[in-house]
């Protein structure tokens, strides 16, 4: 079974309009965290957003907010405010415990455009 | 704070032939990790060391790509001999160590290798 499932291959949107990434997950570890990544057309993964599996707020980080439904095993990436500039790759990841070699597992990403 | 280095930025080799790549991560992270991103796919982790110690290379075709880190700091990956499916970007990342929480992994800009 996929660990990680994005079901969107490419997303458009308008700018300054919110837009939000679909990302689900399988796990049985009750400990785990999830990972939202940038990557650019030049290539580096930048890091946005974390969630872990117990905390009980979602996360937030500037623009980027991440709704985070445990019983539904999501984790979609919300980007308010879109800017040209977040055109890029965006990848969801998860990390399972030691167990499981804290190893992150990526999704296969979604293609984000923004539109002016 | 500099962030991961990472070289050749490029590789073009023809296949049968030998490879290798460097990384030089974030001073102070114990934890780094080599990953294969084939076009339009997440990453896939390779190699993950703990300072100069293994702690995961289960997805490391151990007949023909190999890795080190002497010293727990730069590390190599090699790949010998090339096949075309090899053709990928090979990123590497660096975190302060492995555990709970947060503790994000920090990517380098990515070595673009094509085999011919």
């Known amino acids: 079974a996929q660990k990680i499932t994005q079901t969107q291959p490419g997303m458009f949107v308008q700018e300054k309009e919110a837009v939000t990434l679909d990302c689900t997950y399988d796990t049985s570890d009750p400990s785990y965290g999830l990972f939202w990544y940038k990557q650019p057309s030049s290539g580096e993964m930048i890091f946005l957003i974390y969630q872990g599996s117990y905390d009980q707020q979602n996360a937030?980080?500037?623009?980027?907010s991440l709704n985070f439904?445990?019983?539904r095993k999501s984790a979609n990436l919300v980007i308010s405010a879109s800017q040209l500039g977040d055109s890029a790759m965006y990848f969801c990841a998860?990390?399972?415990?030691?167990?499981?070699g804290n190893k992150l597992v990526f999704g296969a990403g979604t293609i984000l455009r923004?539109?002016? | 704070e500099a962030g991961v280095a990472q070289s050749p930025r490029y590789k073009i080799i023809e296949k049968r032939q030998s490879v290798a790549f460097w990384c030089n991560p974030i001073s102070g992270h114990a934890t780094l990790y080599w990953y294969q991103q084939i076009l339009g796919q997440g990453p896939k982790l390779l190699i993950q060391f703990q300072n100069n110690g293994v702690v995961d290379d289960s997805q490391l075709p151990k007949d023909r790509f190999?890795?080190?880190?002497?010293?727990?700091?730069?590390?190599?990956?090699?790949?010998?001999?090339?096949?075309?499916?090899?053709?990928?970007?090979?990123?590497?990342?660096?975190?302060?160590?492995i555990g709970s929480g947060g503790h994000e992994q920090f990517f380098g800009p990515g070595t673009r290798l094509t085999v011919l």
């Open chain 1, 60 to 64: 937030t980080e500037g623009r980027y």
């Open chain 1, 69 to 71: 439904q445990k019983a």
């Open chain 1, 94 to 100: 998860m990390r399972e415990g030691r167990e499981y």
């Open chain 1, 114 to 116: 923004v539109k002016s």
């Open chain 2, 66 to 97: 190999s890795a080190e880190r002497l010293k727990g700091v730069d590390s190599t990956l090699k790949i010998q001999p090339a096949k075309l499916e090899d053709s990928a970007v090979y990123l590497c990342a660096s975190s302060l160590t």
